[in-house]
């Protein structure tokens, strides 16, 4: 098959699958104030990345990653991060202190953000793999996780006891502190982990849109 029809399908696939789990989330979420905090990331990338998708292509392994960090993100709002059954069970059955499905959201948030931010900065800067681009993403995924925290804070002084879903402390004092440094490690695995995939997509996708 081409891979310019492959990499057409791909985002329409992942686009289907997105817009299914947002449908089912959106079904008498636990706290539909918290439904929305939560799934509002996913409200402002989706439609800006059909808009672009035609002058500004993704990689696969990004469309990848955006929709698995998307479809987090709708679990974690139908249930509540501190409520999500399967990390319920988990928390049960291995005595855990807490429910744990918000680390697995922070982890995203440097995971995918750092393949955003390392795939951008190749295709519109002179920037090349190597030392300052592997620092400067964990800088912006670090950047994007203090945001996070700010956005947070800010809704919590706004809204009082409504946010304290959304906030998903579960009474841990070093919460922010944790999640920030998840968004670290998540940034770092990334890099580590799909580096080399991805300038392999990023070489084929120049072949079908060549980057300015």
Same mark, same amino acid.
């Given at each position: 098959?081409?891979?310019?029809?492959?990499?057409?399908?791909?985002?329409?696939?992942?686009?289907?699958?997105?817009?299914?789990?947002?449908?089912?989330?959106?079904?008498?979420?636990?706290?539909?104030?918290?439904?929305?905090?939560?799934?509002?990331?996913?409200?402002?990338?989706?439609?800006?990345?059909?808009?672009?998708?035609?002058?500004?292509?993704?990689?696969?392994?990004?469309? +990848?990653?955006?929709?698995?960090?998307?479809?987090?993100?709708?679990?974690?709002?139908?249930?509540?991060?501190?409520?999500?059954?399967?990390?319920?069970?988990?928390?049960? !059955?291995?005595?855990?202190?807490?429910?744990?499905?918000?680390?697995?959201?922070?982890?995203?948030?440097?995971? +995918?953000?750092?393949?955003?931010?390392?795939?951008?900065?190749?295709?519109?800067?002179?920037?090349?793999?190597?030392?300052?681009?592997?620092? #400067?993403? +964990?800088?912006?995924?670090?950047?994007?996780?203090?945001?996070?925290?700010?956005? !947070?804070?800010?809704?919590? !002084?706004?809204?009082?006891?409504?946010?304290?879903?959304?906030?998903?402390?579960?009474?841990?004092?070093?919460?922010?502190?944790?999640?920030?440094?998840?968004?670290?490690?998540?940034?770092?695995?990334?890099? #580590?982990?799909?580096?080399?995939?991805?300038?392999?997509?990023?070489?084929?996708? !120049?072949?079908?849109?060549?980057?300015?």
């Amino acid at each position: 098959m081409d891979p310019g029809v492959k990499a057409t399908r791909l985002p329409l696939v992942l686009l289907a699958v997105v817009l299914a789990i947002l449908l089912w989330s959106a079904v008498q979420p636990k706290d539909r104030f918290t439904w929305w905090l939560e799934v509002s990331p996913v409200l402002v990338v989706l439609p800006l990345l059909i808009v672009t998708g035609r002058r500004f292509p993704l990689t696969p392994l990004l469309y +990848v990653a955006i929709a698995v960090h998307m479809a987090i993100l709708m679990v974690g709002g139908h249930y509540t991060y501190a409520e999500m059954p399967l990390f319920n069970w988990l928390r049960d !059955e291995l005595h855990l202190a807490r429910n744990h499905y918000d680390r697995v959201g922070h982890l995203a948030q440097g995971f +995918v953000p750092a393949l955003a931010a390392r795939e951008i900065l190749l295709r519109r800067t002179p920037l090349r793999p190597g030392g300052w681009l592997f620092i #400067l993403v +964990v800088c912006v995924c670090l950047a994007v996780s203090a945001a996070y925290e700010l956005i !947070e804070w800010g809704v919590a !002084e706004a809204s009082g006891d409504e946010a304290v879903a959304f906030l998903a402390t579960q009474g841990d004092p070093w919460d922010t502190q944790k999640d920030m440094a998840l968004a670290l490690l998540g940034s770092v695995l990334a890099q #580590l982990a799909f580096a080399r995939l991805h300038d392999r997509q990023l070489a084929q996708l !120049e072949l079908l849109v060549p980057m300015k």
